[in-house]
């Protein structure tokens, strides 16, 4: 079946680093790939997707490339904030008769300290 | 727009004790979703509604049954709590369940079972 695996957590990092949190899937068929994000205390909410092969999503100073031939799907920022503090999914739909449903890793928490 | 709203935010059950978690979206979507977060695991999909008059199962059904009383509101029903159950509750919405669709997620909802 299809599955996400993302590096374990929590990542912990000073304002200005750079992070990457890892995320690779098993799929069949060509998935669309997403990160969401999740502040405290709120729902989830999308940072970015790509739906097909080496399409970059970006947002907020986050990118992630869809790579089919590493099957990943990277997430990275140049310069964190303190205000990026929060759990990152990475996700999948695999359409077809998945029927639209999101298949989640099992989240990454960040926390940035000033 | 509220986006997707839900209710309650938190809730405190006895074993075999009912409720409903009430879910509405004010996007005109046409699919619903219901996905239980539990720590370590990511969201799995407990059922969904591809459209208005229509449910059906997602990975993790057992325990829970559902309502799509009309295109706005989703409902998800809980017969006989049990412990297993304790989980954040959350509701999401989008437009169609094309692969490609992002999902608007509500706030959440907090279950304690004892």
């Known amino acids: 079946g299809d599955s996400v695996t993302q590096m374990e957590g929590p990542v912990t990092l000073s304002e200005e680093a750079f992070l990457t949190i890892n995320c690779t899937y098993t799929?069949?068929?060509?998935?669309?790939l997403f990160w969401y994000v999740q502040y405290p205390g709120e729902g989830l909410q999308l940072l970015l997707k790509?739906?097909?092969?080496?399409d970059k999503g970006s947002n907020k100073g986050f990118e992630a490339t869809y790579r089919k031939e590493t099957t990943s799907f990277h997430l990275e920022k140049g310069s964190v904030q303190v205000s990026d503090s929060a759990v990152y999914f990475c996700?999948?739909?695999?359409?077809?008769?998945?029927?639209?449903?999101?298949?989640f890793g099992q989240g990454t928490i960040l926390t940035v300290h000033p | 727009n509220a986006g997707v709203t839900q209710t309650p935010k938190f809730q405190v059950l006895k074993t075999g004790q009912s409720m409903t978690l009430q879910c509405a979206q004010d996007?005109?979507?046409?699919?619903m979703y219901w996905y239980r977060q539990d720590p370590g695991m990511g969201l799995r999909l407990i059922y969904y509604?591809?459209?208005?008059?229509?449910?059906d199962k997602g990975e993790v059904p057992n325990g829970y049954n559902v309502s799509r009383l009309n295109k706005r509101e989703f409902s998800l029903r809980l017969e006989s709590a049990a412990p297993s159950q304790t989980s954040v509750y959350f509701c999401?919405?989008?437009?169609?369940?094309?692969?490609?669709?992002?999902?608007?997620f509500g706030p959440g909802t907090r279950l304690l079972v004892l």
């Open positions: 999401a919405s989008s437009e169609d369940r094309g692969r490609a669709e992002t999902q608007y």
């Open positions: 799929a069949t068929g060509y998935p669309s």
């Open positions: 790509a739906t097909k092969a080496d």
């Open positions: 996700a999948l739909n695999a359409g077809g008769t998945s029927y639209g449903k999101l298949t």
């Open positions: 996007m005109n979507h046409n699919s």
């Open positions: 509604s591809a459209s208005e008059g229509t449910t």
